[in-house]
């Protein structure tokens, strides 16, 4: 299995929703990084389930406890470890489930894969494991500094912010629980998903990220591509079914003369719909892309399925889910962003 992330800057983890605890190692951080412990306390609360009445009413601390590499606030260069204790296990919610497939979840494959499966929560498969990439994304917005990461929910089932992210006011995101840049939107959104939560039915939706201040020359020109790296990440996130940068698929409808960014003389670009990465490496614009996050899969209402017999059998969600991910994938979205930004800053450094 997959338990590792990253180049130089790497993170490995462990847990499972239901087990004692989740967790991990970073290696790579450069010693000497001062690190706010709050401020990686409070990206975790922006994840944490609970946080308002359009999310999961899961109530989990997300405590982190750092175990090694920091002394007196600063990374001594060493491997950081640290555990998120869980909590708040209601493992009899998953009863339901033990040989039964739940549809467009991760039971069928895991089954297949492995012949023997942790049922309660999801087991591995579980987005809590998410808390753990949000403790490494903090470590590496430390290294990051001058680099800022800003991720929104853009859209949510069929709405969505009809402007370009330039025109949006970033202060507005935290300001809403859909965190949504766009007030206005952002109180159509919370209302679509209050009454799909009321049908037992769940939505999807879209965040788009911004990267800026990316020095130009970040990323590699073949394998591992800037773009490449960011697309990896974001489809590794639980739920997510799709990704574009800069121009994305509507580029593919347009004219090159039309999609061309033209220079100015200091070498910055008239236009971006390269979406500030070209031929796989920074060219010092805004980054810019778009996840696509599908509707959470457990319903509360009945469905069909099978179980490991094969058997058809009805089943109906049970516990405690999200009617849309999107609002609690912001904060995940940026923390995998500054790990590829702080791992292809730290490859470059390594270069020169
Ligand atoms: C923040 C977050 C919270 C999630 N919460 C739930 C949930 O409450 N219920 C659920 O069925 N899926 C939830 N998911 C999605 C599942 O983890 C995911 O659909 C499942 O593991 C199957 O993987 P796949 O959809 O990527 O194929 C969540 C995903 C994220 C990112």
Redesign the pocket.
């Known amino acids: 299995m997959s338990n590792s992330f990253g180049n130089l800057f790497t993170l490995t983890t462990f847990g499972e929703s239901h087990g004692p605890a989740i967790g991990g190692v970073i290696d790579g951080c450069p010693a000497g990084i001062t690190l706010d412990l709050e401020a990686i306390q409070h990206e975790l609360d922006r994840?944490k389930p609970g946080q308002s009445k359009i999310t999961?009413q899961r109530k989990e601390p997300d405590q982190v406890e750092f175990l090694s590499g920091i002394f007196e606030g600063k990374t001594t260069g060493t491997s950081i470890g640290f555990q998120i204790k869980n909590t708040n296990q209601k493992s009899k919610d998953y009863s339901h489930n033990v040989d039964v497939y739940?549809p467009?979840?991760?039971d069928y494959t895991y089954d297949q894969k492995y012949g023997i499966r942790d049922h309660r929560g999801?087991g591995r498969?579980?987005?809590r494991e998410?808390a753990n990439w949000i403790v490494g994304g903090a470590v590496a917005k430390a290294i990051l500094r001058d680099i800022k990461i800003t991720a929104f929910t853009s859209s949510v089932g069929d709405i969505f912010i009809d402007k370009p992210y330039q025109a949006l006011n970033f202060s507005e995101i935290e300001k809403n629980m859909v965190r949504c840049a766009d007030p206005n939107i952002a109180e159509q959104m919370i209302k679509h998903i209050s009454e799909v939560k009321k049908n037992g039915d769940t939505v999807g939706g879209t965040i788009t990220c911004v990267i800026q201040n990316v020095p130009a020359g970040l990323g590699e020109p073949i394998f591992n591509k800037l773009h490449a790296e960011l697309g990896k990440a974001m489809l590794s996130?639980?739920?997510?079914k799709g990704f574009e940068y800069g121009s994305g698929f509507c580029g593919a409808k347009m004219k090159g003369s039309d999609h061309n960014d033209l220079f100015n003389p200091d070498g910055s670009t008239k236009t971006n719909l390269s979406g500030g990465i070209q031929g796989g490496i920074s060219n010092g614009m805004d980054i810019y892309f778009r996840v696509a996050?599908?509707p959470?899969?457990?319903l509360i209402q009945k469905q069909n399925t099978i179980d490991a017999s094969g058997n058809v059998v009805e089943m109906q969600?049970r516990g405690?889910?999200?009617p849309c991910?999107v609002p609690?994938?912001v904060p995940?979205v940026e923390a995998l962003s500054a790990m590829v930004m702080a791992d292809a800053y730290l490859l470059s450094r390594a270069r020169s």
């Open positions: 994840r999961t739940r467009s979840h991760a999801g498969s579980s987005a998410t996130i639980n739920a997510v996050f599908k959470v899969a457990t969600g405690r889910h999200d991910v609690r994938a995940i």
